[in-house]
């Protein structure tokens, strides 16, 4: 069983960067796709990216499209979410989770913790 935990997390002026990490458990980690995924309070959780077992493949939501980058390092059993040109709006908590499958497919059957991202204006 993949076990995922969050790290990166914090406060930063708006226009900044963070650099989030998910550093999975298991052997299996370089067999599932991958995602980040947001909550702000108040509201549901929401996707935020996506990549595929070996990098090849990647999608993002609209509204982080060209300002965060998700990338993966199988070799560490990590995934990377770089954010840049931060928003006030980006505030949340960030959650690392893993598809069961080589592509992302449906729900994510495996979570992490979160991470909580403050962007202040």
């Known amino acids: 069983q993949v076990q995922l935990v ?3 997390g914090g406060l930063v002026q708006a226009g900044g960067s ?6 999975a458990s298991g052997r299996t980690f370089s067999s599932y796709a991958m995602g980040w995924f947001r909550q702000a309070p108040g ?3 929401e996707f935020i990216a996506t990549i595929s077992y070996r990098g090849g493949y990647t999608g993002y939501a609209d ?3 060209g300002r965060f980058t998700i990338s993966r390092d199988n070799a ?3 995934v990377y979410l770089e954010m840049n040109s931060l928003i006030p709006e ?5 959650y690392c989770a893993a598809f069961l499958t ?3 497919m449906g ?3 495996i979570w992490g913790q979160g991470t909580q991202v403050t962007v202040s204006s």
């Not at 963070?18 to 550093?23: H, I, K, P, V």
């Not at 980006?90 to 960030?94: F, P, S, W």
Request: hydrophobic share 25%; net charge positive.
């Open 6 to 8: 969050e790290s990166g």
């Open 76 to 78: 560490k059993n990590t």
């Open 107 to 109: 729900t994510p059957n």
């Open 18 to 23: 963070l650099r989030l990490s998910c550093a």
């Open 43 to 45: 509201k549901e959780r």
């Open 90 to 94: 980006d505030t949340a908590v960030y």
């Open 63 to 65: 509204s982080v499209k």
């Open 102 to 104: 080589a592509q992302p």
